[in-house]
């Protein structure tokens, strides 16, 4: 019997799937020019028991396992290598649980990000994390990751709301770590380390998120116009050396301002290079006097034109707007995205060090951010088949994640290291760290056999 036999035998009909049509939508994510093989077969479970089962078969005879969300990663972290099964969550889509009293949902991987949050809202909650992929992407994805989201610059990412979880490990065990209560301290913090660790350690079967009580809808926003990119970048250290902590601050360069205006004609473009949108979501006076504080930053820094928004309905298209830049310039040609971090008061001066960067290497890169913490999106923009275009958009890339280092920063903020971020990791951590990491890997996965080839 062959390993794809064992693995039929082991699970219910119509789980395991191996037709060459089936099996190419599973094989990559979203990353451009990241690797990828072809597996030996798709599985889709339903339970953690089929997943137990699963995992047994692969790992008695050492095929690698790839466990995928809804494959809109953007780091090649889901991409298949040859000979493996993609572990595809999506049949996994329940909500289990929600817990209004204890402020807790339990969910499956394969619920999707917006879809969880909608539910919460019903009964008053609200699940913070929210990656502009937050309409398709998976809780499991999002906690694969660590992913963060527009509003991470003051509730943070998917790891400060996991709180328990349910994986099963490498040899095919059904374990559970971390908690439901307020506090718990016994131990290592298992799940802590499961979160952000991209299907290397184990397959994450379960999530219990912590919530928050729904906001008041009536966040307050200030949309400035700035002439230079740099100089919207000084406007965000001014609002952090200012002591603000916005509910949102979210930058959108003249690319993606076009290349929206192209695609839904918004009239972005008409009033300046570069957009900031700021929002305060504190009640009453603090909230007035967050705004008007960044108003003044805004204008400080040099804004060609700032103002309080007083239309909701204006407010809410312009951060619309802010989602769609990425699709938009998807529209242009391949796209190939960044994701660095740095602290806030380099901002400006890393802005400035990715614009020399395009000129350096005759490279039109586009710029979208979650600038309130610092976390940078440059996206390197080529025609399809222009091989010179690439290897120079190549070049560019690994020549911004060096300057983010050389800054203090880190290498992925949110979208993980997959494959395409594998030596910036190298260069942020150094060998003692990675070390570490490897050690844990071989103790958690002795056989190597989870998505191997990822991250290290």
């Known amino acids: 019997m062959t390993p794809i036999d064992e693995l039929r035998a082991a699970l219910p009909d119509g789980r395991v799937l191996t037709e060459a049509d089936l099996v190419a939508r599973y094989v990559h994510d979203e990353a451009e020019w990241a690797s990828y093989g072809q597996p030996a077969a798709v599985v889709r479970p339903r339970s953690a028991d089929e997943v137990r089962d699963l995992?047994?078969?692969?790992?008695?005879?050492?095929?690698?396992i790839v466990p995928r969300g809804a494959g809109t990663g953007l780091s090649g972290g889901a991409n298949a290598i040859d000979g493996c099964v993609v572990v595809s969550m999506e049949a996994m889509a329940a909500i289990v649980e929600i817990d209004a009293a204890e402020h807790l949902a339990v969910v499956q991987p394969g619920v999707v990000n917006d879809d969880l949050r909608a539910e919460c809202l019903k009964q008053g909650l609200w699940y913070p994390p929210d990656p502009a992929s937050s309409p398709w992407s998976t809780i499991g994805g999002n906690v694969a990751t660590n992913a963060g989201g527009v509003c991470c610059v003051k509730y943070g990412v998917t790891r400060d709301y996991v709180l328990a979880l349910e994986a099963v490990t490498a040899t095919g065990e059904v374990i559970r770590v971390g908690r439901r209560t307020a506090k718990g301290v016994v131990g290592y913090?298992?799940?802590?380390?499961?979160?952000?660790?991209?299907?290397?350690l184990a397959v994450i079967t379960e999530i219990t998120v912590r919530l928050l009580p729904a906001r008041d809808d009536a966040e307050r926003t200030v949309v400035g116009y700035f002439d230079d990119l740099v100089q919207a970048g000084e406007a965000v250290a001014k609002v952090s050396a200012e002591g603000v902590v916005p509910s949102a601050l979210e930058l959108v360069d003249r690319h993606c301002l076009r290349a929206v205006d192209d695609w839904r004609h918004m009239g972005l473009?008409?009033?300046?290079?570069?957009?900031?949108?700021?929002?305060?979501?504190?009640?009453?006076?603090?909230?007035?006097?967050e705004v008007d504080a960044m108003l003044r930053c805004f204008q400080e820094a040099g804004a060609s034109w700032a103002v309080r928004s007083t239309d909701?309905?204006?407010?809410?298209?312009?951060?619309?707007?802010?989602?769609?830049?990425?699709p938009a310039l998807e529209r242009l040609g391949p796209v190939l995205t960044e994701d660095v971090c740095v602290p806030r008061r380099k901002v400006p001066e890393m802005l400035a060090r990715i614009q020399a960067t395009a000129r350096e290497f005759d490279t039109q890169i586009a710029n979208i951010a979650h600038a309130g913490d610092g976390n940078l999106h440059p996206l390197?923009?080529?025609?399809?088949?222009d091989e010179q275009a690439k290897n120079r958009a190549l070049k560019a890339f690994d020549q911004i994640v060096d300057d983010a280092i050389a800054l203090g920063g880190t290498v992925t903020g949110e979208h993980g290291v997959g494959l395409l971020k594998r030596r910036g990791m190298a260069a942020e951590l150094g060998a003692a760290v990675l070390d570490m990491h490897r050690a844990i890997k071989k103790a958690l996965d002795p056989a190597g056999i989870l998505n191997p080839g990822k991250v290290f």
């Open 55 to 64: 995992v047994r078969v692969c790992a008695k005879h050492r095929m690698p």
């Open 380 to 385: 390197i923009i080529t025609q399809p088949g």
């Open 189 to 200: 913090d298992l799940c802590g380390l499961l979160v952000g660790s991209e299907g290397t």
């Open 269 to 289: 473009t008409e009033e300046g290079n570069v957009l900031l949108l700021g929002r305060s979501d504190a009640p009453g006076d603090a909230g007035e006097a």
């Open 312 to 326: 909701a309905v204006e407010a809410d298209a312009l951060f619309s707007a802010r989602r769609l830049a990425y």
